[in-house]
């Protein structure tokens, strides 16, 4: 990092006067001598008062100046803080939003997500692969190429059988990601150890062929390839434990080079990174900035003033919903409302009294008020009432149940009548889901049940509801943030029967319709570009809408809040991957 | 100016208050003396009418909530509005702002998020949270009064097997063991085989509570009563055949009784701030419930722009906490006042 000539000048130039006052002060000895010890003491007072003011100027400016020293070329220091750690420093077990936006990039899988803002930066490119791949006729086989030449930051050369070394990993390592790779033939198999390798991953590290095939056409594939979970790593890094604590060297713009696990990280420059971009992948972008040092912070409110007070550079959270006005009318030039990928909804158990006629998970749907839940997000909210958020392949706009319409949700419970209207709703403690929980038992008991708010720490709380022995889990809070951008991403974990499982569950609302999963499980055989297969996925949201199987509300904003010395108009959020970190750049 | 009147001497006994005529002293009860020197202690007399005024004020809530707010504590009016200086105001704007204090009946000390009455969840809080104090510190008096008493008499292997289950219960800060009590009962409630109580039930801070205190209050009293079985009234209440149950009720439960009455007190104030500490926490009262616990929960997080969600009902826990305990230190010097007991923890 450039630290300049500048500051040094204006250090010089102030202990110059602060010197010249000294010399000024003393040099008269007949004017001196006729001082009082008094008077002596003031100006000896005052002289010290200012060479200490001076130099304490002169060192705020040396900060500063260091700061904003990389202007014009790129480069310089950043700071960003996260109210939660990564999850885990590991590529192939991190399953966070703050895990994902750290290692997208510093890792590089065979193919990536481009980097840009809006739908652009859901699409799919080549990362270390050299193109995209080619797919048989039947969808099952994939072939790929790696780049030629290209090394990791410790200079490891990178191999095709790193590849399969990672998805190795997700198995052995327990990853919560190994699931979405276990249509791999042979995946199973050595998962369940009665396999020494991954059959369908056939790689030759001399030509860079990697041929994977898959036990049945998947749409989906591609995006996975995508993920950090399939990124590259070498065989230096263990098999079955988390890397956290020593990372897998990088593959992407940044390296990681120090980690202290849940209090700060920091990323730097990868020199090696030249490698790959001399290899042609010119999808992947290069850093701008040359350091980025994450910290932890668990006070929203502290970051905040961070940022204000330019302590801080960026910060990866929204700001609480009492300092987001404040934020939005005092920082314009350097805050903006993002969109991201998500679904807020309402999960109502299908398969349990009440919720299991048709006509009370309606009620429900009639009577929510998105504008109320948009003020508890502190306007942060867009109101929506179906499955697929926008900006997801596939989410065509509709509104079954236009609401709040209190009397049609009141008329639709006196129709059904239902025998239990003793009701448990679930939510967890973090303020907005307290909030969100407290206004639907209220609506709830509006609307003539006998309701009970459980609320439960964040920690636990999906475990709690996704495990069937659960007593009571009648209905609750629920949100889901896109994996990969692909609608079947919303579909099968929360909605598909098959998911429907004794623990670690995503389908809250036990929905359970074979109709609509035989369609589900139809349309993922088929690639996203194929005729039709949007529009599939358009009818299915509709259609377990008409199933009111849940009560969605709204999609979440996001926000970017830089500091005074970022390029704020340089930086974009990415829609899979939060900030990108490669779009920081000092003014 | 001369005094008046002669103070009495007792032996072993603090001079009485001055202003008391000796005729009005002479075989008077202890409980009288106990009246005159309380009645001279005009700050904690102040401070008792305080307390007393609060319990009032908040019973007087359903009252507040059906005629001047017309509105529940629980209910939500998020894009409801209401007429300020005839202007139709939101209760709560666009951003999540809710309406302040203002003088008017509804919305009297402003909304919180969720657009309720802050004044009504105020009224109705401060029911839940001295309700909680004092039924929590009848427990607490109570399972003490017993242990101590038996442990004190008896001595012993039921000294021994009491007083370490007490200690053990020490060992943990109060507010640890409340948080821990709480969360493991949040989930699945807590089964006493006559009845079982639901996980968000009032009566789980109010057990755990009245239960973590149980050894601060029960090893004092059988420090007190140790020393009284020792005492020639009980040998002599032996000599007379009555049983260890009849010594323990009519011979030094009276003689422990002024210790009992000003640990209550002082124990109500201790439930309420400890009954805060675990609703803020997430481990006291269930949301959306109110008490002053759970209201500075709800709004701490908004202290930059609605600080009335939590200055007004942590200044009613100040002023409830304060009141009882000035109260109680009258008390006590009223009732014992060579007695050093302070709630300790």
């Known amino acids: 990092m450039q630290t300049g000539n500048f500051p040094a000048k204006i250090y010089s130039g102030c202990a110059n006067v602060a010197y010249s006052c000294v010399l000024n002060s003393a040099s008269p000895p007949t004017f001196w001598s006729k001082m009082n010890k008094l008077r002596k003491l003031t100006v000896i007072g005052c002289v010290a008062a200012l060479a200490t003011f001076g130099v304490a100027a002169c060192g705020g400016d040396s900060d500063d100046s260091s700061s904003s020293s990389a202007s014009g070329g790129g480069g310089g220091d950043i700071n960003v803080t996260m109210s939660s750690f990564p999850d885990y420093v590991d590529p192939q077990l991190s399953y966070t939003v703050e895990g994902w936006e750290t290692l997208y990039n510093v890792y590089t899988p065979l193919l990536t997500y481009k980097h840009a803002k809006g739908e652009d930066g859901t699409e799919v490119v080549p990362g270390l692969a050299e193109a995209m791949p080619t797919v048989s006729p039947d969808g099952k086989t994939y072939k790929l190429k790696l780049r030629s030449n290209m090394k990791y930051s410790d200079g490891t050369p990178i191999k095709a059988s790193d590849f399969t070394y990672a998805i190795q990993r997700l198995f052995k390592a327990n990853s919560g990601g190994s699931v979405f790779y276990e249509p791999i033939v042979g995946a199973k198999e050595y998962a369940d150890g009665s396999a020494q390798t991954i059959s369908g991953i056939v790689t030759d590290d001399a030509t860079g062929d990697i041929t994977i095939t898959l036990t049945e056409p998947n749409g989906t594939f591609e995006s996975l390839l995508g993920l950090p979970f399939a990124a590259p790593v070498p065989p230096s890094t263990p098999l079955d434990k988390d890397a956290t604590n020593a990372p897998p060297p990088a593959s992407g713009p940044f390296k990681i080079t120090a980690v202290q696990a849940p209090q700060t990280m920091t990323l730097e420059r990868n020199p090696e990174f030249k490698t790959v971009k001399d290899a042609g992948a010119s999808e992947v972008a290069d850093a701008n900035v040359d350091k980025i040092t994450i910290t932890q912070n668990k006070s929203n409110t502290a970051q905040v003033t961070d940022i204000e007070q330019n302590r801080t550079d960026y910060m990866s959270d929204p700001p609480d919903a009492d300092r987001l006005a404040e934020v939005k009318s005092r920082f314009g030039d350097r805050f903006r409302m993002e969109n991201s990928i998500n679904t807020y909804y309402f999960w109502m158990n299908n398969q349990q009294a009440p919720f299991n006629d048709i006509k009370v998970r309606q009620a429900i749907n009639y009577a929510i008020d998105p504008e109320a839940l948009n003020r508890v997000f502190g306007g942060r909210l867009h109101a929506s009432q179906q499955i697929l958020p926008p900006g997801m392949p596939g989410y065509e706009e509709f509104k079954l149940y236009p609401g709040p319409d209190m009397a049609k949700a009141k008329a639709l419970i006196a129709e059904a009548n239902p025998a239990d209207k003793n009701i448990t709703v679930w939510t967890d403690d973090e303020p907005d889901r307290k909030r969100i929980g407290e206004y639907y038992h209220d609506l709830l008991t509006q609307l003539g049940f006998n309701a009970t708010l459980k609320v439960i720490s964040g920690d636990v709380y999906w475990a709690t509801i996704g495990n069937q022995s659960t007593p009571d889990l009648d209905t609750g809070f629920g949100d889901w943030f896109q994996d990969f951008p692909h609608p079947d991403d919303f579909f099968r974990p929360l909605l598909n029967g098959a998911s429907i499982l004794p623990t670690n569950g995503n389908n809250y609302s036990r929905a359970n319709y074979p109709d609509l999963d035989a369609k589900m499980n139809e349309l993922r055989t088929k690639q996203l570009t194929d005729p039709g297969v949007k529009e599939g996925y358009a009818a299915l949201d509709k259609a377990y809408m008409e199933q009111a199987a849940w009560a969605p509300y709204g999609n979440e904003e996001y926000t970017t809040f830089l500091s005074e010395r970022m390029d704020f108009d340089k930086s974009y959020r990415h829609l899979l991957f939060s900030q990108d970190f490669t779009s920081f750049a000092v003014k | ?345």
Not at chain 2, 4 to 24: H, N
Not at chain 2, 154 to 160: P, S, V
Not at chain 2, 226 to 251: D, N, W, Y
Request: one cysteine or more.
């Open chain 2, 1 to 345: 100016m001369a005094a008046p009147f002669t103070e009495v001497e007792v032996a072993d006994e603090p001079p009485l208050p001055t202003g008391v005529p000796v005729a009005r002293i002479q075989g008077r009860s202890p409980w009288y003396l106990a009246a005159l020197r309380m009645r001279r202690n005009k700050v904690a007399l102040a401070f008792g009418v305080l307390f007393v005024a609060i319990v009032l004020l908040c019973l007087c809530a359903p009252l507040w909530a059906d005629h001047v707010a017309h509105t529940t504590p629980d209910a939500n009016h998020i894009t409801d509005t209401i007429d300020v200086g005839g202007k139709q105001v939101d209760i709560v704007a666009p951003d999540g702002t809710p309406i302040g204090p203002g003088l008017r009946g509804q919305y009297l000390l402003g909304a919180d998020q969720n657009g309720r009455d802050v004044m009504v969840r105020l009224l109705y809080g401060g029911r839940t949270s001295i309700f909680i104090g004092v039924t929590a510190a009848a427990i607490t008096t109570v399972v003490a009064v017993i242990i101590g008493m038996l442990c004190g008499y008896y001595r012993g292997w039921i000294d021994a097997i009491l007083s370490r289950v007490m200690d053990v219960v020490w060992a943990f800060p109060v507010l640890l063991l409340g948080i821990a009590l709480g969360t493991a009962l949040a989930v699945g409630g807590l089964s006493l085989g006559f009845t079982t109580l639901a996980g968000d039930s009032v009566w789980i801070p109010i057990l755990i509570i009245g239960l973590v205190y149980v050894p601060y209050m029960a090893r004092p009293i059988r420090g007190e009563v140790l020393a009284l079985s020792q005492k020639e009234f009980v040998e002599a209440a032996l000599a007379q055949g009555k049983g260890p149950l009849r010594i323990m009720v009519t011979e030094l439960l009276p003689n422990v009784v002024s210790t009992i009455i000003v640990f209550f007190t002082l124990n109500i104030a201790n439930n309420m701030l400890l009954e805060s500490a675990l609703s803020f926490l997430g481990a006291g009262v269930r949301p959306p419930s109110a008490s002053w616990g759970t209201m500075i929960a709800d709004g701490y997080q908004t202290i930059y722009t609605a600080p009335h969600l939590t200055i007004v009902p942590g200044l009613m826990i100040v002023l409830t906490v304060l009141s009882l305990n000035v109260f109680g230190d009258g008390l006590r010097d009223a009732l014992d006042p060579r007695a050093k007991i302070r709630l300790e923890h």
